[in-house]
C-alpha cells in the first residue's frame, strides 16, 4: 500500500471553517448519529471539506477532529487511509481520475493515460503550469462494461477514446466543463449493448401460442409432425423478402480496402451490421455518403432497418466522418462519433 502524506507546509493554509451552507448541511448530518456515534460523521464531513476546498488540508483535519470531538490523530487516519481523500492540491478545474483496473486496461487505458500526461503533467498528481489541471490513476470505478472511463469530481465520462479525452480535456481547462455530458460518450443507453440490440430485433416474429397440456399418448401424430414443417417455411417466407442482391437500386460495392473505415463510428451501426454491410462491399464512408434516396431504401429494406438509416442520418454522419473524421463530426454534431 502506498503511503500518503499531508501536502508541505507551503501549500496548507491557516484555518479552515465550513461556509455557511455547509455548516448548516454538517450540523444535521451530525445529528442523523445516535447520541455518542457522532464521529461516525468523519467520512461525510471530510468529503464535504474537501469539495469546498478542493482537497483535504491540515487545518480541514484539525477542524473536523474538534467539531466531532475526536483526537486528531484519528482524523488524519481517515483521511490518510481512504484514497478518495486528495492530500495537496489538485486542478481547480478538473481533476482525472482514470480508472487502471483490468476491463479498463484492456479496452484503452494506457492510452487515456497517455493523454493526461501529454495535456495536464507527466507524472500524477501534479497541476499543470496555471494549476487548473491534473490527473491521477486510480482503481475500479464500476463502470467496467464501458470501460474505459475517467472520473472527473463526480460525474464519469465512459467509452472514451484518446481523443475524445483530449476534447473533455480541453472543455474543462476553457472552464465549460458542463458542455460535456457525463456518461458513455458513444450512442448507447447507459450500458446498453453497444450497436443497438443484436436479439429478438425482428418485429414480425410473434411469440408461439400455447398449447393446452395433454397427455402425450392422446397427440395425434399430425399434431406432433406439423411445428416442424412450419419452421422452414417461415424461414424461406423471410429469405424471400429481402430485396435481390441484383437490384438496380443496391449501392455499388468495392473490394475491401487494405485498411477499411471503422462503420462502427456511426451512430446505429454494431458489429453485426458492419459485418453485413462489408458482405455486400461497403467499406468506407465515401461509399455511405454518397448514397442516393433509392439507394439508401434498399439497404434499409436488406437490412429490415424500418427507417433507421434516415432516422439516425447515416449519410450526414459518413459526410462528416469522410471529410475530416472525429474532429469534423465534432464540429457537426457537437459530440464525439460512438
Known amino acids: 500500500m502506498s503511503v500518503r502524506r499531508l ?61 466531532l470531538s475526536m483526537p486528531y490523530i484519528r482524523v488524519l487516519e481517515v483521511a490518510t487511509f481512504y484514497t478518495q481523500f486528495q492530500l495537496k492540491p489538485v486542478g481547480t478545474r478538473a481533476h482525472v481520475q482514470v480508472c487502471g483496473t483490468t476491463p479498463c486496461m484492456l479496452r484503452g487505458a494506457e492510452d487515456l493515460i497517455k493523454v493526461c500526461k501529454s495535456k495536464i503533467h507527466a507524472e500524477p498528481f501534479e497541476r499543470n503550469a496555471d494549476g487548473t489541471l491534473s490527473w491521477e490513476e486510480v482503481e475500479c470505478q464500476g463502470a467496467c462494461v464501458n470501460a474505459p472511463m475517467v472520473m472527473i469530481f463526480k460525474d464519469s465520462y465512459e467509452d472514451l ?43 414480425d416474429v410473434k411469440p408461439a401460442a400455447k398449447a393446452k397440456a395433454a397427455p402425450a399418448e392422446a397427440a ?48 446505429g451501426v454494431g458489429p453485426k451490421i458492419e459485418g453485413v454491410l462489408h458482405s455486400i462491399g461497403i467499406f468506407t464512408f465515401a461509399q455511405i455518403a454518397g448514397w442516393k434516396k433509392a439507394e439508401r431504401e434498399w439497404v434499409d429494406s436488406y437490412l429490415k432497418f424500418s427507417g433507421r438509416i434516415e432516422r439516425d442520418d447515416w449519410v450526414k454522419q459518413a459526410k462528416a466522418l469522410a471529410k475530416g473524421g472525429e474532429a469534423e463530426y465534432i464540429k457537426v454534431f457537437g459530440k464525439k462519433p460512438r
Open 161 to 203: 477514446t484518446p481523443t475524445q479525452l483530449e476534447h473533455i480535456i480541453d472543455r474543462f481547462q476553457a472552464g465549460k466543463g458542463s458542455d460535456i455530458k457525463p456518461g458513455t460518450q458513444i450512442d448507447r443507453f447507459n450500458s446498453a449493448p453497444a450497436g443497438g440490440l443484436t436479439a429478438l430485433t425482428d418485429a
Open 7 to 67: 501536502a508541505e507546509e507551503q501549500f496548507q493554509p491557516a484555518g479552515f471553517s465550513f461556509n455557511e451552507e455547509n455548516s448548516v448541511w454538517a450540523d444535521a448530518t451530525i445529528r442523523k448519529y445516535p447520541e455518542g456515534r457522532q464521529q461516525s460523521a468523519v467520512i461525510p464531513l471530510l468529503m464535504r471539506a474537501q469539495e469546498q476546498d478542493g482537497w483535504v488540508t491540515r487545518a480541514a483535519i484539525e477542524f473536523v477532529a474538534e467539531k
Open 220 to 267: 395425434p401424430a399430425a399434431a406432433v409432425a406439423a411445428p416442424q414443417t412450419e419452421a422452414p417455411a417461415k424461414a424461406e417466407s423471410a429469405a424471400t423478402s429481402q430485396p435481390s442482391l441484383d437490384d438496380k437500386n443496391r449501392p455499388a460495392g468495392i473490394e475491401k480496402p487494405e485498411t477499411p473505415d471503422d462503420l462502427k463510428m456511426i451512430s
